[in-house]
């Protein structure tokens, strides 16, 4: 069960392709996951009270927020499988924005996705969106090293700084807004275990070449940055990231969505 959990808490049936497959169509979820009809309330609920926990810490915080009720607002996600997360920031502001009918979000993210694999998705499915503001959280599996004797990065820094910057500057001659957000932390101590096989490697001074060039794209292009990373070092890696120690947990996803949500609400006005 908790494999099949595992599973569906990262969508892992989603492709670039969008065949109509709603993730809350609980029959087919259970069909797709292996989850018994009658246990599938209580798993998708379980996910729920944590958005839930979330949403009503980030009101608690800054309040509802003032959405200009004249516009049409098309948010697009841009991500890999900690965006795809049911009890991810997206999850969470997607019920932060849900009582607003002038606002739709659709989620492009998939996990296991690279920088480049958004030129797939980006025609003609975020093309055909149109989206106004785009938040854009890539790139942790373009630094993965593999852990061999070829230490090879996925995406090589040069290539992960031209394909970034192509997203972004695409966006914004779309009159999309980025919201372009620094990487996530990650624990080896945890994921070496609970990977074994997997041969994969991460480390921080890669992963700091990778946020440089987010920085570096995000102001030369306009884009609104949200820099986790002095947020993050408050916090111990293994505190904040599932069993895996590669995606966030819903507590690092709380402290997430609560710098980037001030930074949304500045664009619904």
Known sequence: MFESEFNLSFNLHKAYTDIGL??????????????PLDQIDGVLEGFEKCNRENMEAVLHEYGTPEV?????????????????YR?????????????????????FSIAGLKVSDLFTAFYPGINDFAPNIAVMM????????????????????????R????????????????IAITLPPFCMEKMKPALA???ILYRRDVQKEYDDVIIETARKNGAVLVDMRAEYEKYDPADITIEDGLHLNPKGHGILIRKVFPEMAKLLK
Not at 88 to 95: A, E, N, P, T
Not at 138 to 161: C, K, L, S, W
């Open 22 to 35: 709603r993730d809350d169509d609980k029959v087919k979820m259970s069909c797709i996951y292996d989850i």
């Open 138 to 161: 890539i790139g942790t599996n373009d630094m993965r090293i593999t852990d061999d004797e070829y230490q090879y990065t996925h995406t090589p820094v040069e290539h992960f700084a």
């Open 87 to 107: 009890m991810s920031h997206r999850c969470i502001m997607q019920r932060l924005l849900a009582p607003y009918e002038n606002i739709f979000i659709k989620d």
């Open 197 to 199: 096989g997997w041969e």
């Open 68 to 84: 200009n009720a004249e516009k049409e607002f098309r948010i697009a996600y841009l991500g890999d499988s900690i965006t795809s």
């Open 163 to 178: 394909d970034y910057a192509y997203l972004v500057e695409k966006l914004g001659k779309m009159g999309c807004k980025v």
